[in-house]
């Protein structure tokens, strides 16, 4: 069993601890032995326990003292702010997913390694130094024993590539322009309020749509260098609590068809093991909540004009989706820890 920690119970954290609890092949082989989190016990039970976007948990949790009680499980939680002064090794922590949101490089990153802890995974894109950026479906296959400081790229991420790359191997990417539809965060206040880094960012959340920087044209690039400088992309915040959208639109090399791009779509969902899916239903945002792929093309919506430009609408569950891809990718990074503790 490899011992899990989570730095930061915020959206992401709290509802990767439901999916350590809830899925089966989790609960057989990872054991969540620690968190640390500014807030107080009492707190972050309750918010386990009750979310107003999905719902309550299946599993129960109590407190007790400094830990948490979740279904058979004891889980320390501790409170420092500085990570270098979190004890993993006191659970005898193996990998440590940080879920703070704090920006990192390799080195900063690093702090969490040391004593038991051997793996760190980031649940948001990095610098280019950390050991691996991992987009489950597209790019597992390079996650090796070697790293140790991986990051699960964005949800955002885990969205777009799938697709891209099924289109650019088709027809053959010439430009594009994504725009993401994301709903509202955490870094937004719900009344204005001061921000430190982004003006729009002092707008309430829930009375405007609001641009946003997006790093995710040099996420392309990381994963597609040929299209560096062929894509650009923007972000807008949309008043909703959970679920979100991409809308891709990319000039190609060969004539196509809306129907062929979809039959080339569909083609493609076995390759990408389950994080790629297609709807076909006339649906709305709000009905692929808790949906688990981190890629829903909505087929009705796309969309060819003159042959060359293609337009291609995704939907995914912001939350739902990636913390299920982090579990995913801590599943692969348990077999190595296993394998080194075996020998
Ligand atoms: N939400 C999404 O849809 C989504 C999807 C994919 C990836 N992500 C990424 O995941 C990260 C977290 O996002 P989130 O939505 O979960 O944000 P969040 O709800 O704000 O959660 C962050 C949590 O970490 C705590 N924290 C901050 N600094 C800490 C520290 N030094 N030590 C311990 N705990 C600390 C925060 O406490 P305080 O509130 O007290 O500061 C908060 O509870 C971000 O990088 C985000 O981009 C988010």
């Known amino acids: ?16 601890t439901r ?25 972050v039970a309750h918010l386990l326990k009750y979310d107003s976007t999905h719902g309550r948990f299946s599993q129960p949790v109590m407190t007790d003292g400094d830990h948490l009680n979740i279904v058979d499980q004891a889980v320390l939680l501790t409170h420092e702010t500085a990570q270098s002064k979190v004890r993993w090794s006191d659970r005898d922590v193996n990998i440590v997913i940080d879920c ?7 080195s900063s990153a690093a ?18 130094d950390v050991d691996g950026t991992i987009i489950w479906g597209l790019n597992d296959s390079t996650l090796t024993p070697d790293m140790s400081v991986i990051s699960a790229g964005s949800c955002t991420s885990n969205a777009l590539m799938p697709v891209l790359s099924v289109i650019d191997e088709a027809f053959g990417i010439r430009a594009g322009i994504v725009t993401t539809i994301h709903s509202a965060m955490n870094d937004q206040p719900v009344i204005d309020a001061y921000h430190h880094t982004d003006l729009r960012k002092t707008r309430a959340a829930f009375n405007s749509v609001i641009p946003v920087e997006t790093g995710l044209a040099q996420g392309v690039e990381r994963f597609f260098p040929h299209l560096t400088h062929k894509i650009s992309a923007r972000a807008l915040r949309v008043p909703t609590l959970n679920v979100s959208s991409l809308d891709v639109v990319v000039s190609v090399d060969c004539d196509t068809t809306s129907d062929e791009v979809n039959a080339t779509l569909r083609q493609s969902l076995g390759r990408f093991g389950g994080v790629l899916a297609v709807n076909d239903e006339p649906l709305a945002s709000c009905d692929f909540l808790g949906a688990e792929a981190s890629s829903i093309v909505d087929a009705t919506q796309t969309q060819v004009s003159g042959g060359r430009l293609i337009k291609v609408m995704i939907w995914f569950d912001n939350e739902w989706a990636f913390v299920n891809r982090m579990v995913d990718i801590a599943l692969r990074v348990s077999e190595f820890v296993t394998e080194e503790s075996s020998r």
């Open 1 to 16: 069993m490899t011992s899990v920690g989570i730095n930061g119970l915020g959206r992401i954290g709290r509802l990767l």
């Open 19 to 43: 999916r350590l609890f809830e899925r089966h092949d989790a609960r057989a082989a990872l054991r969540l032995t620690m968190c640390n989190e500014v807030a107080d016990a009492a707190t």
């Open 100 to 106: 703070t949101g704090v920006e990192f490089n390799r």
């Open 111 to 128: 702090q969490h390694l040391g004593g038991s802890v051997s793996r760190v995974m980031l649940s948001q894109p990095a610098s280019t």
